[in-house]
Protein backbone atom coordinates (compact mmCIF):
# COMPACT_ATOMS: atom_id res chain seq x y z
CA UNK A 1 0.00 0.00 0.00
CA UNK A 2 1.45 3.46 -0.61
CA UNK A 3 0.51 7.03 1.32
CA UNK A 4 0.63 10.42 -0.36
CA UNK A 5 0.14 13.38 1.34
CA UNK A 6 0.09 16.75 -0.57
CA UNK A 7 0.80 19.81 1.40
CA UNK A 8 1.76 23.36 -0.14
CA UNK A 9 -1.56 24.71 -1.23
CA UNK A 10 -3.48 27.97 -0.69
CA UNK A 11 -4.45 31.58 -1.72
CA UNK A 12 -2.09 33.34 -4.04
CA UNK A 13 -2.42 36.17 -6.00
CA UNK A 14 -2.31 36.10 -9.60
CA UNK A 15 1.91 36.23 -11.10
CA UNK A 16 2.40 34.46 -7.96
CA UNK A 17 4.34 31.38 -6.73
CA UNK A 18 3.53 28.14 -4.66
CA UNK A 19 5.42 25.00 -4.06
CA UNK A 20 3.64 21.74 -3.97
CA UNK A 21 5.38 18.52 -2.23
CA UNK A 22 3.91 15.35 -2.04
CA UNK A 23 5.42 12.60 0.68
CA UNK A 24 5.57 9.18 -0.39
CA UNK A 25 5.16 5.85 2.12
CA UNK A 26 4.79 2.58 2.07
CA UNK A 27 7.17 1.98 -1.18
CA UNK A 28 9.85 1.88 -3.50
CA UNK A 29 9.57 5.82 -4.32
CA UNK A 30 12.42 5.29 -6.93
CA UNK A 31 10.92 3.07 -8.76
CA UNK A 32 6.99 5.05 -9.49
CA UNK A 33 6.07 7.61 -12.18
CA UNK A 34 5.26 10.53 -10.00
CA UNK A 35 2.51 12.96 -11.42
CA UNK A 36 0.42 15.77 -10.36
CA UNK A 37 -2.87 16.35 -11.42
CA UNK A 38 -6.16 18.75 -11.07
CA UNK A 39 -9.57 19.02 -10.87
CA UNK A 40 -11.62 22.52 -11.36
CA UNK A 41 -14.70 22.61 -10.52
CA UNK A 42 -17.15 21.50 -12.66
CA UNK A 43 -14.03 19.75 -14.95
CA UNK A 44 -12.77 16.53 -15.28
CA UNK A 45 -9.57 15.89 -13.84
CA UNK A 46 -6.08 16.58 -15.55
CA UNK A 47 -3.07 15.34 -16.09
CA UNK A 48 0.06 19.04 -14.80
CA UNK A 49 3.06 17.11 -15.24
CA UNK A 50 4.63 14.00 -15.04
CA UNK A 51 8.58 12.30 -13.82
CA UNK A 52 9.66 9.26 -14.80
CA UNK A 53 11.92 7.44 -11.97
CA UNK A 54 15.00 8.50 -14.50
CA UNK A 55 13.65 11.87 -14.48
CA UNK A 56 11.81 12.83 -17.88
CA UNK A 57 9.45 15.56 -17.26
CA UNK A 58 6.22 15.80 -18.92
CA UNK A 59 3.71 18.56 -19.29
CA UNK A 60 0.61 20.00 -20.26
CA UNK A 61 0.57 22.58 -22.56
CA UNK A 62 -0.83 25.16 -20.56
CA UNK A 63 1.47 24.78 -17.76
CA UNK A 64 5.20 24.72 -19.67
CA UNK A 65 7.01 27.44 -19.04
CA UNK A 66 5.59 27.92 -15.43
CA UNK A 67 5.28 25.17 -13.78
CA UNK A 68 8.53 22.80 -12.96
CA UNK A 69 7.87 19.23 -11.16
CA UNK A 70 10.73 17.71 -9.71
CA UNK A 71 11.89 14.58 -7.00
CA UNK A 72 14.34 13.79 -4.13
CA UNK A 73 14.10 10.02 -3.70
CA UNK A 74 16.06 10.55 -0.77
CA UNK A 75 13.11 12.13 1.01
CA UNK A 76 10.39 10.26 -0.68
CA UNK A 77 9.07 13.21 -1.97
CA UNK A 78 8.03 14.91 -5.44
CA UNK A 79 7.42 18.86 -5.90
CA UNK A 80 5.91 20.93 -8.19
CA UNK A 81 6.78 24.65 -8.18
CA UNK A 82 4.06 26.75 -9.83
CA UNK A 83 5.46 30.08 -10.71
CA UNK A 84 2.91 32.78 -12.99
CA UNK A 85 -0.09 31.33 -11.59
CA UNK A 86 -3.02 32.64 -13.42
CA UNK A 87 -6.89 32.42 -12.11
CA UNK A 88 -7.45 29.26 -14.54
CA UNK A 89 -4.93 27.60 -12.57
CA UNK A 90 -7.57 27.35 -9.31
CA UNK A 91 -8.21 23.64 -8.88
CA UNK A 92 -7.39 20.90 -6.08
CA UNK A 93 -4.32 19.00 -7.05
CA UNK A 94 -3.55 15.53 -6.55
CA UNK A 95 -0.36 13.59 -6.84
CA UNK A 96 -0.55 10.89 -8.29
CA UNK A 97 2.05 7.21 -8.13
CA UNK A 98 2.05 4.77 -10.88
CA UNK A 99 4.00 1.67 -11.55
CA UNK A 100 2.46 -1.29 -14.02
CA UNK A 101 -1.15 -1.62 -13.64
CA UNK A 102 -0.98 0.02 -9.93
CA UNK A 103 -1.63 3.98 -9.15
CA UNK A 104 -2.26 5.43 -5.91
CA UNK A 105 -3.67 9.17 -5.10
CA UNK A 106 -3.88 11.72 -2.70
CA UNK A 107 -6.34 13.29 -0.62
CA UNK A 108 -5.60 16.54 -2.71
CA UNK A 109 -4.46 20.03 -2.14
CA UNK A 110 -6.33 23.45 -3.00
CA UNK A 111 -4.88 26.00 -5.14
CA UNK A 112 -6.49 29.29 -5.48
CA UNK A 113 -5.66 31.90 -7.51
CA UNK A 114 -7.43 35.28 -7.08
CA UNK A 115 -6.87 38.90 -6.27
Known amino acids: QVQLVESGGGLVQPGGSLRLSCAAS????????MGWYRQAAGKQRELVAL???????NYADSVKGRFTISRDNAKNTVYLQMNGLKPEDTAVYYC?????????WGQGTQVTVSS
Open 96 to 104: NAMRNVYAY
Open 26 to 33: GTIFSTYI
Open 51 to 57: ITSAGTR
